[in-house]
């Protein structure tokens, strides 16, 4: 379609309609993350994420960290992973997961470096970073995605598969891994 | 006249209440996203309002939470002199908190100690005011605070001389430095007067009132007024893209004050602004 027509009929349809225009010229990435895919990648770019992450937010960091610092084998494999900072609401029966937006990733920043060194290439969450992150998130090439705020009923929708694979004592903190199908996100830092 | 109340229907409304307000977005709050749909001349922008109002649409339908983060249950009491509760008021409350939560579906975000950090897993206890009012009713009015945005709320005392220029040059940099963390467009409560804690109180009453209205006070609406003017020059945007609208809102509420002070605070709330009232 011709992106003029689109505009316009974007600016026309009723929602969801318009919605699905707008999704349909989202670039769809594959996870796991790659330092290649990365690359391709432009800051304010929107994106729709299919693959596994790893939740955590910030409980789990400090008991990862607390963890690596003590010379400690950690209960996940952090290597080419993406963590997604979020805390579920309990899934209804029949449903994957609970609502399940972003939390404020820069709770998450006095970890963040040494999480990257061990191998962190991605994060999803919400609301700016420190200096000092942005440039550990750079200098690692890996990749920070913002997602929509308070929209946890519309993407736990995006969620088809969650189970908790580590720190079950932390309840909605522990961390699970999640099988997500076009997840939006736009690319923050890179 | 002495009306005699069980406190089993004041658990009842708390527990119905709390259910209502996490997965039913306030009408006033959804119409105001609408609106700045319209506003919003980036695509990003729409976008975003467009999943947030959708988001709203499917947490009432499957009877979801708006936001994964349900918050800390607040609730806010004024009981008539003339009305007698049966049974203890205080518990029911923090029944009714516990029994929404659990029938809810809803996230236990409160711990234990703010240093040992236990989960209560109950997402008890409640924060409760009360107040005492004339008559023989008893209005409770509920918010689940998330802590995106109470996270970056603020007081500031000011000097009595101090002009108003200041205060919103604080309120706006508050909003500023928050950037995209309180999920805007936010609704911003303002507490103006009285002590320390007053004002804050007061900023997280605030946002009781319907969007869209504005302070009967013509000096105070001015205020309100003009605050939501510059909030929004910051572009900040939905979800922090860059847009038109970086607040629904300004609501201030006042309060006598001191001769010697002029408390300010800011109570940003997120725009999955969850509350609910009703009136026994």
């Given at each position: 379609m011709?992106?003029?027509?689109?505009?316009?009929l974007?600016?026309?349809?009723?929602f969801?309609?318009?919605?699905?225009?707008?999704?349909?010229?989202?670039k769809?990435?594959?996870?796991?993350?790659?330092?290649?895919?990365?690359?391709?990648l432009k800051?304010?770019?929107?994106v729709?994420?299919?693959?596994?992450?790893?939740?955590?937010?910030?409980?789990?960091?400090?008991?990862?960290?607390?963890?690596?610092?003590?010379?400690?084998?950690?209960?996940?494999?952090?290597?080419?992973?993406t963590?997604y900072?979020?805390?579920?609401?309990?899934?209804?029966i029949?449903?994957v997961?609970?609502?399940c937006?972003?939390t404020?990733?820069?709770?998450?920043?006095?970890?963040?470096?040494?999480?990257?060194?061990?191998?962190?290439i991605?994060?999803v969450?919400?609301?700016?970073?420190?200096e000092?992150?942005?440039l550990?998130?750079?200098?690692?090439g890996?990749?920070y995605f913002?997602?929509?705020?308070?929209?946890?009923?519309?993407?736990?929708?995006?969620v088809?598969s969650?189970?908790?694979?580590?720190y079950?004592?932390?309840?909605?903190?522990?961390?699970?891994?999640?099988?997500?199908?076009?997840?939006?996100?736009?690319?923050?830092?890179? | 006249?002495?009306?005699?109340v069980?406190?089993?229907?004041i658990?009842?409304?708390?527990?119905d209440?709390?259910?209502?307000a996490?997965?039913?977005l306030?009408?006033?709050?959804?119409?105001?996203?609408?609106?700045?749909?319209k506003?919003?001349?980036?695509?990003?922008?729409?976008?975003?309002?467009?999943?947030?109002?959708k988001?709203?649409?499917?947490?009432k339908k499957?009877?979801?939470?708006?936001c994964?983060?349900?918050?800390?249950?607040?609730?806010?009491?004024?009981?008539?002199q003339?009305?007698?509760?049966?049974?203890?008021?205080?518990?029911?409350v923090?029944?009714?908190?516990?029994?929404?939560?659990?029938?809810?579906?809803?996230r236990?975000?409160v711990?234990?100690?703010?240093?040992?950090?236990k989960?209560?897993?109950?997402?008890?206890?409640?924060?409760?005011?009360?107040?005492?009012v004339?008559?023989?009713?008893?209005?409770?009015?509920?918010?689940?605070?998330?802590?995106?945005c109470?996270?970056v709320?603020?007081?500031?005392?000011?000097k009595p001389?101090d002009p108003?220029?200041?205060?919103?040059e604080?309120?706006?940099?508050?909003?500023?430095?928050?950037?995209?963390?309180p999920?805007p467009?936010?609704?911003i409560?303002?507490?103006?007067?009285?002590?320390l804690?007053?004002?804050?109180?007061?900023?997280?009453?605030?946002?009781f009132?319907p969007?869209?209205?504005s302070?009967?006070?013509?000096?105070?609406?001015q205020l309100?007024k003009s605050?939501?003017?510059?909030?929004?020059?910051?572009?900040?945007?939905?979800?922090?893209?860059?847009?038109?609208?970086?607040a629904?809102?300004?609501s201030?509420?006042?309060?006598?004050?001191?001769?010697?002070g002029?408390?300010?605070?800011?109570?940003?709330?997120c725009?999955?602004t969850?509350?609910?009232?009703a009136?026994?």
């Amino acid at each position: 379609m011709l992106p003029a027509l689109r505009k316009q009929l974007y600016n026309i349809l009723p929602f969801p309609f318009a919605e699905r225009e707008k999704v349909s010229v989202m670039k769809k990435i594959i996870l796991p993350l790659t330092k290649n895919i990365i690359k391709t990648l432009k800051q304010g770019e929107m994106v729709l994420l299919s693959g596994t992450v790893l939740t955590a937010r910030d409980a789990a960091h400090k008991r990862l960290a607390d963890t690596l610092k003590s010379g400690k084998k950690i209960p996940v494999l952090l290597k080419g992973e993406t963590i997604y900072y979020t805390g579920p609401t309990p899934a209804r029966i029949g449903r994957v997961i609970g609502s399940c937006g972003p939390t404020t990733s820069s709770r998450m920043d006095p970890f963040t470096l040494l999480l990257l060194k061990y191998g962190l290439i991605g994060m999803v969450g919400k609301g700016e970073r420190s200096e000092e992150v942005n440039l550990a998130i750079k200098k690692h090439g890996a990749v920070y995605f913002v997602t929509i705020g308070g929209a946890g009923a519309y993407l736990s929708e995006k969620v088809k598969s969650a189970e908790v694979i580590a720190y079950k004592d932390l309840g909605p903190e522990a961390i699970y891994r999640l099988t997500v199908e076009n997840f939006p996100a736009i690319v923050g830092v890179l | 006249m002495t009306r005699i109340v069980d406190s089993k229907l004041i658990q009842d409304a708390v527990k119905d209440l709390f259910i209502k307000a996490n997965t039913s977005l306030r009408p006033d709050i959804l119409s105001g996203l609408k609106l700045a749909r319209k506003k919003e001349t980036s695509e990003k922008a729409r976008y975003c309002l467009s999943v947030i109002i959708k988001n709203a649409s499917i947490a009432k339908k499957k009877m979801l939470a708006i936001c994964q983060d349900t918050g800390m249950a607040v609730v806010y009491l004024k009981v008539g002199q003339s009305l007698v509760v049966k049974g203890n008021l205080k518990n029911s409350v923090a029944k009714g908190v516990a029994l929404a939560y659990k029938e809810g579906y809803f996230r236990s975000s409160v711990v234990n100690d703010p240093l040992i950090r236990k989960n209560t897993n109950t997402n008890l206890p409640p924060i409760i005011y009360t107040d005492i009012v004339s008559g023989n009713k008893i209005n409770i009015k509920v918010v689940a605070k998330g802590f995106g945005c109470e996270n970056v709320s603020k007081i500031r005392m000011f000097k009595p001389t101090d002009p108003v220029s200041s205060i919103e040059e604080f309120i706006v940099d508050t909003v500023k430095e928050a950037g995209s963390r309180p999920c805007p467009p936010v609704y911003i409560g303002i507490g103006m007067g009285g002590t320390l804690d007053k004002a804050v109180s007061l900023s997280k009453e605030a946002i009781f009132r319907p969007l869209g209205r504005s302070n009967e006070y013509k000096h105070i609406a001015q205020l309100e007024k003009s605050v939501l003017k510059k909030v929004n020059n910051l572009k900040i945007g939905p979800a922090g893209v860059r847009g038109n609208t970086t607040a629904l809102g300004v609501s201030v509420l006042t309060y006598p004050t001191h001769i010697a002070g002029l408390p300010v605070a800011v109570n940003i709330s997120c725009h999955a602004t969850r509350s609910a009232e009703a009136t026994i």
